[in-house]
């Protein structure tokens, strides 16, 4: 009983950010909600095992497994997400900030899944290259090759966007 409220209490305090990283992995709120319920499934399977210290850690494995592994089973049948323009359950922004916001939504669809996983773990959840190696189960040179292949596509797919985040940075 424990460990169902453990596992209760983990849910509560965790699912807003693992359906945050799940959104940026999948590029769809729905998918995203998808994958966080079927890795929450699996990590309640063995629950009793995780240490409490490492219990995001192991939860956040599963995501990008399961991330993964989604897009390999279903990568033959159409896209759910094609022609869509990004979700509206942010909020309001201004205007110049959505533009970039959906331009990087639109590139980040067409990275593959273990690139996009790379980018959400290094950048968005900040991670160094050895925990996000860590969590993704791969070494830490798949990591940076990841990372750099990731970054031309990106380049390539939305150069508009190379000229935007240059200009903040130039402002610093």
């Known amino acids: ?12 305090e965790r ?3 693992l359906l ?5 992995l999948t590029g769809d709120r729905h998918s995203a909600e998808d994958l966080v319920q079927e890795t929450l499934i699996r990590a309640a399977q063995h629950w ?6 490492t219990a ?3 939860v956040r494995r599963i995501l990008y497994t399961r991330s993964v592994d989604a ?7 159409p896209d759910p997400v094609e022609g869509r323009e990004g979700d509206s359950h942010l909020g309001p922004q ?4 959505v533009d970039v916001r959906l331009t990087l939504a639109a590139a980040l669809r067409r990275l593959t899944p273990r690139q996009r ?27 940076k090759s990841q990372t750099r292949h990731a970054l031309e596509r990106l380049r390539v797919l939305a150069p508009e966007l190379a000229d935007t985040f240059g200009r903040k940075e130039a402002a610093r």
């Open 71 to 77: 897009w390999r089973w279903r990568r033959h049948q």
């Open 94 to 97: 201004p205007s110049d900030e």
């Open 117 to 143: 996983a790379v980018l959400v773990a290094r950048f968005y959840e900040d991670r160094t290259e050895v925990q996000a190696a860590k969590v993704l189960g791969c070494s830490v040179n798949t990591v």
């Open 15 to 17: 699912w807003a950010p």
């Open 20 to 24: 945050r990283t799940a959104t940026l």
């Open 56 to 58: 995001d850690a192991y």
């Open 48 to 53: 009793n095992r995780v240490d409490p210290a």
């Open 1 to 12: 009983m424990a460990d169902r409220e453990a596992f209760d209490a983990f849910v509560r």
